[in-house]
């Protein structure tokens, strides 16, 4: 157990739906990242929340949002889902490590849409 | 565009065969460069990080090394048990990290 939980493990939806994605981060990480990963496109950094702000925002795309609470825990909101974005997300926490993050993967939610 | 590339894609060796990933970067304002494990459906789990060019690090049967250009992961006298993708990411200003594709190795008993 890497200490950051995502619920839910799994999830199966239709085309057009809109789903949320959960996510703890470890017990004292201020930092949340997102991650999809699909088969062909590998590990796609998305978005970043630090201590409840915005930090630094990847390849997401206007459909997806998230947003990190005054608990730290985050959400991943994707709407009018595609096929395409049949995908593992992954969420992950940090903890500083000599000027680069160490980041901390949680075991991810598998999202597919039908 | 920050960009790594890893190789190869995949990797059948058995027990006790050593040999080598490769992980090329071109990474603006790299940080560090990591490595990660990651058994399938699983989350990726921190090896190494590496911060400078001539730094090894060293984890039982796992050796990463680290160019200008490169980073190698060595696989010594590898067993079942490290079949896994092993993936390499560069992580630049703002803690961003840039994945490479990874390798799949497969060990065979």
């Known amino acids: 157990d890497s200490g950051v939980t995502q619920t839910p493990k799994h999830l199966i939806t239709a085309t057009g739906q809109r789903v949320t994605l959960r996510c703890s981060p470890r017990?004292?990480?201020?930092?949340v990242y997102w991650y999809q990963q699909s088969l062909d496109q590998g590990l796609q950094f998305l978005i970043q929340y630090y201590n409840g702000e915005e930090r630094a925002k990847g390849n997401i795309l206007e459909r997806f949002s998230a947003q990190q609470f005054p608990d730290l825990h985050s959400e991943l909101n994707l709407s009018s889902l595609e096929l395409g974005d049949s995908a593992l997300y992954f969420c992950a926490s940090s903890v500083q490590v000599s000027g680069a993050n160490v980041l901390t993967f949680g075991a991810g939610s598998r999202l597919t849409v039908l | 565009e920050d960009q790594v590339t890893q190789s190869p894609e995949a990797l059948r060796l058995q027990e006790g065969e050593s040999s080598s990933l490769n992980c090329s970067y071109t990474v603006s304002g790299l940080r560090g460069l990591f490595w990660y494990r990651q058994d399938p459906g699983k989350g990726p789990e921190f090896l190494f990080t590496l911060y400078s060019a001539g730094e090894e690090k060293e984890k039982e049967r796992l050796k990463a090394t680290l160019t200008k250009k490169e980073s190698f992961l060595h696989i010594t006298a590898p067993k079942p048990e490290d079949s896994a993708t092993y993936l390499c990411?560069?992580?630049?200003?703002?803690?961003?990290?840039?994945f490479g594709g990874g390798t799949r190795v497969l060990v065979k008993p």
């Open positions: 017990s004292g990480d201020l930092s």
């Open positions: 990411a560069g992580g630049a200003a703002g803690n961003k990290l840039t």
